[in-house]
């Protein structure tokens, strides 16, 4: 334990033996992960950097590859928290109907009907309720410096600002991850079926 508490390693080691995962130590070129294999889907967490010229930037994120059958996209986060994201990739604003949820979260997306029926499962809607700093999206890549994806591949992705450490919060995380892939297969949106991808 550090001066000022455990450790990231300590952390997400413990993590993973509460979910049943695999704790990865980092190495010079990589950082810790917590990998859970869950059906038929491997759901990440690690950190990345982002440098900002005179400082680097930590995030913590989550993400989990799987076939897209329907092309599905979205991007969920907390009203005022992210301002205009999602207009660039032409997704439209989401209204499902459910005031609290619909007051409370920005919903974008590009199949209305698809993204209404997910979010009517309320335990779907309960568990992104309760994290409080929430960006979640479908990706159709990570960029030029991230994992190549094949044509039919997406992946479910959580980001936020700084390096998590709660144990409970990162369980709440990956129970909306686990959650939301099974609602996803039983709307047919995603294939049961194994992606094998070795996330960067």
Known sequence: MGLFGPGLDEVWEELSDEINGQFVEGGFFSTPKVIKK????????????????????????????????????FNIYREGIFSGLGRLLGMQDIIIGIEDFDNEFVIKGNNEDL????????????LIEAIQDIELEIKDNEGIFGTN??????????????????????????????????????????????VDIQLK
Do not use: H
């Open 38 to 73: 869950f059906d038929y889907w491997t759901i990440t967490l690690d950190t990345y950097a982002v440098s900002t010229g005179k400082s680097t930037i930590t995030y913590t994120r989550l993400r989990a590859p799987f076939i897209n059958k329907k092309n599905l996209y």
């Open 115 to 126: 993204i209404i029926e997910l979010l009517s499962n309320e335990k779907v809607r309960n």
């Open 149 to 194: 994806f094949p044509e039919e591949v997406n992946e479910l992705y959580f980001s936020v600002c700084g390096t998590i450490k709660d144990i409970e919060e990162l369980k709440k995380i990956f129970n909306l991850f686990q959650v939301i892939l099974i609602e996803m297969s039983n709307l047919d949106i995603i294939e049961k079926k194994r």
